[in-house]
């Protein structure tokens, strides 16, 4: 006999269903919903994500950061030099007070650098102060030096027939009875590099002599041998030549004109041997015009990529460095260069020291005088080789060194640029000036319009 069976219990729990159908998605938030705005993720993001986003978000920051603090420093000396564009004059035919920027191309680069590293140091600063200021730029190695060397050779002998265009603006403006600068002008050497020419170009000037050494001569040329056999050709009477049909000329094709060749940088009027032997001559000032030597960090190569990308986040303290400088420059505080002892060299010698070791390896090596293709022996024995000014070491001559004068700011003048507050709005940037200047429009009372009659 079969179990009978037995019916289902009462009240049992249902077989179990499928929880898809069941589930129910969370309401997002209705304001973000009519916004538009999805409704956001209850979970953070995965850990690659979270990665991504601290590296990015560290590396903006630290960029952020310095080029706001790189901008308040600049700013800061700005403010401390604004007083002397504000100060009255006595005549305003007066010409005013003109600087010398000294800037060349770095080693390795061009000088495009040189003049964006001037411009976004030095040129605010400049600019604030309301100084005039003249460049003296270098493409390749001694022009600095030969242009210091022409410049003070104009000062030993000023009754030259050719003229300069600034000595012929001078003569103008002596004749008119303008008044010229009575005062302090000064230097702005920018670079080790052109540092070293700048030195080199001073012991030039006034030590060497006031014409060009004369080049050894050229060795005469032999004449090549015509051969037998072209003579007898070209003396053949009734050749074929005669027979032939005489053919038309062609027109020489027109070549595009070429720009004008670059003048050729003068060699030096002597070495830095011939400085001990060098008798000083009877015009040289007792001091020169102050010059301060402006840090100028270069530095090439993929494998300097960490130390390019350190400096390029550290640029806060370079810009407050070059601007301590600049400041002194335009507040005309000068002091004399520390002369050097028999175991410490004097201050010209170290000054930017640290940037030969950045150099590429191109500086160091010696360059083989050997002849370029199309050139003879004879012409490249003529033609003395450049010197090589970067590799060499300084040599100061100490009657020269003990009349250069640096530029130094004193310290009350420094102590007070300390205290200045530069207020966050000059140093903000595009984005959080847009969104302040929309709260403060958000929150401001709208102005009257008088074309609306029930508005007085």
């Keep these: ?253 027109e070549k595009p004109e070429k720009k004008p060749a670059r003048p050729p940088q003068p060699p030096p009027y002597n070495t830095t041997s011939d400085y001990p032997i060098s008798s000083l001559t009877p015009v040289i000032p007792t001091e020169f015009s102050p010059s301060a030597p402006i840090e100028f960090p270069h530095i090439l190569g993929f494998s300097n990529t960490l130390i390019r990308l350190r400096r390029f986040l550290n640029r806060r303290r370079l810009a407050d460095d070059i601007g301590r400088e600049v400041a002194a420059v335009c507040l005309a505080a000068a002091r004399e260069y520390s002369e050097g002892t028999a175991l410490l060299p004097s201050e010209q010698e170290t000054a930017l020291e640290h940037e030969e070791k950045n150099w590429v390896k191109s500086v160091w090596k010696e360059d083989d005088q050997k002849p370029k293709e199309g050139e003879s022996e004879t012409t490249t024995s003529v033609a003395l080789p450049p010197e090589k000014i970067w590799a060499s070491p300084l040599v100061l001559d100490p009657r020269i060194g003990m009349r250069m004068r640096r530029f130094e700011i004193l310290p009350d003048d420094e102590d007070r640029a300390r205290v200045i507050k530069v207020p966050e709005e000059e140093v903000e940037g595009w984005i959080k000036g847009s969104l302040r200047s929309l709260y403060r429009w958000a929150i401001s009372k709208p102005q009257p319009n008088p074309s609306y009659p029930d508005e007085d």
């Design 1 to 253: 006999m079969a179990d009978p069976k037995t019916p289902p219990a009462q009240g049992a729990a249902a077989a179990p269903t499928n929880p898809a159908a069941t589930y129910k998605a969370p309401a997002s938030n209705q304001a973000l919903r009519m916004m538009g705005i999805p409704g956001l993720p209850k979970k953070l993001p995965s850990r690659n994500w979270m990665i991504f986003f601290a590296i990015t978000g560290a590396l903006s920051a630290a960029i952020i950061y310095d080029k706001r603090e790189k901008k308040r420093a600049t700013v800061r000396w700005s403010k401390a030099v604004s007083h002397l564009a504000r100060e009255p004059i006595s005549d305003p035919n007066q010409m005013a007070r003109k600087l010398t920027i000294f800037l060349e191309s770095p080693p390795g680069d061009g000088l495009r650098v040189a003049q964006d590293h001037f411009t976004e140091y030095i040129k605010p600063i400049l600019a604030a102060s309301g100084l005039d200021w003249e460049f003296v730029q270098g493409r390749k190695e001694g022009d600095i030096r030969a242009a210091v060397a022409e410049r003070i050779r104009r000062v030993r002998q000023p009754d030259t027939d050719a003229q300069t265009e600034d000595e012929a603006v001078k003569e103008l403006r002596r004749r008119n009875g303008t008044p010229e600068w009575q005062g302090i002008r000064g230097d702005i050497v920018i670079g080790r590099h052109t540092w070293k020419e700048y030195v080199r170009g001073i012991h030039e000037g006034w030590l060497g002599p006031l014409t060009a050494p004369p080049l050894p001569e050229p060795e005469p040329e032999p004449e090549p041998e015509v051969k037998k056999a072209e003579e007898t050709t070209g003396t053949l009477e009734g050749g074929e030549g005669e027979n032939q049909e005489k053919q038309p000329e062609e027109k020489p094709e």
